[in-house]
């Protein structure tokens, strides 16, 4: 049974069967443009992160045979805005359910990725932490005016691939030192790789940069 089927949002839920570290941990994911929930299946089990549950969200946009988060440029704006609100409501209401904000990991590839930097700078409590691969932040000098303090002193990650032939690496590599410049606590590391999830170097990463936060929780 779903828990979260009355969310504003599609979505698939992941619980861990036998989780031996806590079972209050969240990881809520976010996919990329033409994907859906069902392209982050292979996920939990490639991360094997016991004691973490996985909310994959649909975006509200049909795609061809996926979905989106916004509009292709230049009319991204709108989208993004709207795919904001809906994910504040949808956290808000994950949050009802019992989850605390502190064991909320957001993770997103690509769209996803855009969408966790600017809905998680924006919604003013603190995750436990912020995992963005694979894409770029839309107007960094308006995420920084308008980022929550504490959230911009979170727990943050950004990879990229240097061979990235959707999104190339120099345009997100830049914007990540602006929003570092400007305050936030961002760990940035890029990756031999197209645009895609490097499953041999950069997951096994990604695993134990969460494992350290949840360590200290």
Known sequence: MN???????????HPQASPNIS???????????GDSPDGFAWLP???????IHFLMLEAPDPYYDGFSW??????????IIRSRNLLRDTLDQVQAFGFKAETIFLFGFSQGCLMSLEFGAR???????????????YDPAALLRESAPLVMKGNWLITHG??????????SREQIKEL?????????????KVHTIDEQKE????RQWIEEIMKKA
Not at 23 to 33: A, N, W
Not at 162 to 171: I, S, Y
């Open 3 to 13: 828990p979260f089927e009355a969310l504003p949002l599609k979505a698939v839920f």
């Open 123 to 137: 919604y003013p409590t603190p995750l436990a932490g912020y995992i963005g691969l694979s894409g770029y932040c």
């Open 162 to 171: 240097t061979q990235d032939e959707v999104l190339p690496a120099e345009r």
């Open 45 to 51: 089990g490639a991360l094997n992160l016991p004691g």
């Open 180 to 192: 570092q410049a400007g305050g936030f606590h961002i760990e940035y590391q890029e990756y031999r």
């Open 70 to 79: 916004y509009d292709l440029p230049p009319d991204q704006l709108p989208g």
């Open 23 to 33: 079972d209050d941990f969240l990881m809520i994911v976010l996919h990329g443009r």
């Open 203 to 206: 997951l096994p990463f990604i």
